[in-house]
């Protein structure tokens, strides 16, 4: 998942804004005018977040909101449990391995419906696994490896059967369960096209019911969910235009949540009357990357626009030497966080640490000399190098993002710190949108991006794999190598053996530097105190309250009484609405606030 994830996976987004003109109009209340208002009576839950949503399509998701909304409106063969985040019953109640571990049956519950009425059966489970591999969705069909066939004798029976002994099917698979009867004899084209929206057709315990692209979008609980319906009628997702206006709404009472608070806002929230902080995991790292795009017949079809320097070792070598990473946790992060190392972070019992031999630290003097003796030379004294022979000279592009404040502030620090050994780079700050365009392109040097990382190590290690160039690899990092040990790691007889592989795996990355962790960082969370209880941590230890591994806390949050829960204002205060009177009398005029719309096109 980008994290602040693609889920990933864990990136925190949203479209730049300004608002000018009336001083006296705080950005809550701007907000707090274009959101809905739901009914009187209604018990309403409303989280705060500057990340937009791209597609409601789960064949297409790639950034936090949008998993966000998906984990509560589909369900998955398996899940996440609360405390440990270990694999558990989902639409599966439970589960049997042949002793030549080539078939796994699962029993499905005969209580689950979509949300149009029709059961929900094991056929629609085999449907959906059939359609990702058999049509190719290579984003999804990684966690479905040496597939045999997928069958559903029955309604409540699920047969995977696999070519070679596996545990995939426990990692759990990530991938929500679409319903046969509105995907079934969709062609691959078709259904990347498929907006999914309206009559969003889902099993989860909430439906899709409301959207306004760049303001908000609105579910209602669903009160016949196999798992219990919900404690509140309706959860509404309210996007801001800068993470200052996110932080007054939570402060005004318009929202209930804010999600990933920039460490200024979030110190000055701890003191708040009635709001709780909530420092969440760092089950995410923020990571620089790098163009590597060769030889792949993705790189061929869609030639690189990137400097050539990239793709030698001894450059970002020198890169990652040049790189303060205690510097970003103090000073970006205000401690909120770790430096980072490798790609499974260290909440994982898979995160492997590098020996002392092989740390690369932060050494400007050894940075210099690799440099050096690679034959990058300032051979026209403008404090910039050169390729070797006094060829293109070491400027790259360097995108940083508009929606998360923390890598803006970083690519600054970064860029000082290249100068120092004769790099220069242009840090500009660009939407996520935007970011995915480049992206898509193949047309950055390097760009500051995270990821939200799984419980289970394989996605991630699937990202560096040389067939996820132009799917999900951020860098097209191709190493035959890495290549084998990753099926390996899905074939290892024991949890030992796989954690060897798995640490072995991220040794070679950490090596190879396709990519630099810059640090693992926590995910900074608030919310109403006075209203709001049943929070969920997962895991228990320091974990999320909200943009979890599932929909634990939308199942449990609930008003911390009936009558402030029904009775809760929405809509601007009448204090608002006198400084909005003031402002118009003063200020004559129209206020025209526009934001940005990214167009995203999928890529080919």
């Not at 979030?266 to 790098?290: D, K, R, Y």
């Not at 300032?378 to 360097?398: A, H, K």
């Not at 911390?560 to 003063?586: C, F, L, Q, T």
Request: net charge negative.
């Amino acid at each position: 998942m980008r994290s602040a994830t693609r889920i990933g996976r864990a990136a925190r987004a949203g479209a730049a804004g300004v608002l000018g003109g009336l001083l006296c109009i705080t950005f809550a209340a701007t907000a707090a005018a274009q959101s809905p208002s739901p009914p009187r009576g209604k018990v309403t839950f409303v989280v705060g977040l500057t990340n937009d949503v791209r597609t409601f399509n789960p064949l297409k998701a790639i950034e936090t909101p949008e998993y966000e909304t998906l984990a509560v409106t589909y369900d998955t063969l398996l899940r996440w449990a609360p405390d440990d985040m270990s694999p558990m019953p989902g639409l599966a109640t439970d589960w049997t391995r042949s002793s030549d571990g080539l078939t796994w049956t699962f029993t499905i519950r005969d209580d689950a419906t979509w949300s149009d009425g029709q059961p929900l059966t094991a056929r629609d489970i085999a449907f959906t696994y059939r359609f990702i591999v058999n049509k190719g969705f290579s984003s999804l069909s990684n966690y479905l490896p040496f597939t045999d066939s997928f069958e559903a004798p029955d309604d409540t029976t699920f047969v995977w059967k696999t070519t070679k002994p596996t545990t995939a099917p426990l990692a759990p698979p990530w991938i929500y369960i679409l319903p046969e009867h509105i995907w079934g004899g969709m062609t691959k084209k078709e259904a990347k096209e498929f907006a999914n929206f309206p009559d969003t057709v889902g099993s989860g315990p909430f439906r899709l019911v409301e959207w306004k692209k760049g303001d908000f979008w609105r579910l209602e609980a669903r009160d016949d969910y196999w798992g219990g319906a919900p404690h509140i009628d309706e959860l509404i997702f309210r996007v801001f235009a800068n993470d200052e206006a996110m932080v007054n709404a939570l402060k005004a009472g318009e929202i209930d949540f804010a999600e990933a608070i920039p460490t200024d806002l979030f110190a000055a929230l701890q003191n708040e009357p009635n709001i709780e902080t909530h420092v969440g995991g760092a089950a995410s790292f923020t990571q620089m990357s790098f163009n590597m795009c060769g030889e792949q017949a993705y790189c061929q079809k869609n030639p690189p626009n990137r400097h050539p320097a990239l793709t030698d070792l001894a450059v970002r070598q020198a890169i990652a030497h040049a790189i303060d990473k205690q510097a970003l946790v103090d000073r970006v992060l205000r401690g909120f966080g770790t430096p980072g190392t490798t790609v499974i972070p260290p909440v994982y019992p898979w995160h492997y640490d590098p020996a002392p031999d092989e740390i690369i630290d932060f050494d400007l003097d050894e940075a210099n000399r690799i440099l050096d003796e690679a034959g990058y030379r300032d051979t026209d004294g403008d404090g910039v190098r050169e390729m070797p022979g006094g060829g293109q000279p070491l400027e790259f592009r360097f995108f940083v993002r508009t929606e998360d404040a923390n890598s803006v502030s970083a690519g600054k620090l970064i860029a000082g710190w290249l100068e120092q050994i004769g790099i220069k780079v242009r840090p500009e700050a660009i939407t996520d949108g935007k970011l995915i365009d480049q992206w898509y392109a193949n047309d950055y040097d390097l760009y500051i991006w995270g990821w939200g990382v799984e419980p289970d190590p394989d996605f991630q290690l699937s990202t560096y794999t040389s067939d996820q160039c132009g799917v999900w690899s951020d860098t097209c990092y191709n190493n035959p190598e890495y290549d084998q040990l990753y099926l390996e790691q899905k074939t290892a007889a024991t949890r030992e053996d796989r954690m060897r592989i798995v640490q072995e795996m991220q040794r070679i990355i950490y090596r190879d530097i396709p990519e630099i962790v810059l640090y693992y960082d926590n995910d900074l969370q608030a919310f109403r105190r006075d209203r709001w209880t049943g929070f969920v941590e997962q895991p228990s230890d320091q974990g999320y309250l909200l943009f979890q591994f599932g929909n634990w806390s939308y199942l449990n949050v609930r008003p911390v009484s009936e009558a402030a829960g029904a009775a809760r204002p929405r809509g601007i205060p009448p204090a608002v609405w006198g400084a909005i009177v003031i402002g118009i009398v003063v200020i004559v005029g129209a206020i025209a606030i526009a934001r940005r719309r990214v167009a995203e096109e999928e890529r080919a």
